[in-house]
Nanobody, 121 residues
Framework: VQLQASGGGLVRAGGSLRLSCAAS????????MGWFYQAPGTEREFAAAISWTGGSTYYADSVKGRFTISRDNAKKMVYLRMNSLKPEDTAVYSCAAWRYNYDPRIAPAYWGQGTQVTVSS
């Protein structure tokens, strides 16, 4: 699976952004997808994941209630709607795909390049 993230930018605190991830390759079929973020000087952290059918979603406590992950399998797209953004959300956001099902104990098999999100106070 090849992944290409986009949609990052500069936004004021309280604002919103929608990140998009375009996938290609046959392995996208059946793969659970997710978003991770990494702020400068910190470890990469899990933000959200979604099952292949879209019927199950998973969120980190830090984004729960503010971020929404979704997918459109016909378009091979995954989205992350980010509302009520805070300065501490500033990070590079990357999309990723598990080979099959999301498992917090297992790192995704495929990664895309990141897109920068900067939230000003």
């Amino acid at each position: 699976v090849q992944l290409q993230a986009s949609g990052g930018g500069l936004v004021r605190a309280g604002g919103s952004l929608r990140l998009s991830c375009a996938a290609s390759g046959r392995s996208f079929s059946g793969s659970d997808m997710g978003w991770f973020y990494q702020a400068p000087g910190t470890e990469r952290e899990f933000a959200a994941a979604i099952s292949w059918t879209g019927g199950s979603t998973y969120y980190a406590d830090s984004v729960k209630g503010r971020f929404t992950i979704s997918r459109d399998n016909a378009k091979k797209m995954v989205y992350l709607r980010m509302n009520s953004l805070k300065p501490e959300d500033t990070a590079v956001y990357s999309c990723a795909a598990w080979r099959y099902n999301y498992d917090p104990r297992i790192a995704p098999a495929y990664w895309g390049q990141g897109t920068q999100v900067t939230v000003s106070s």
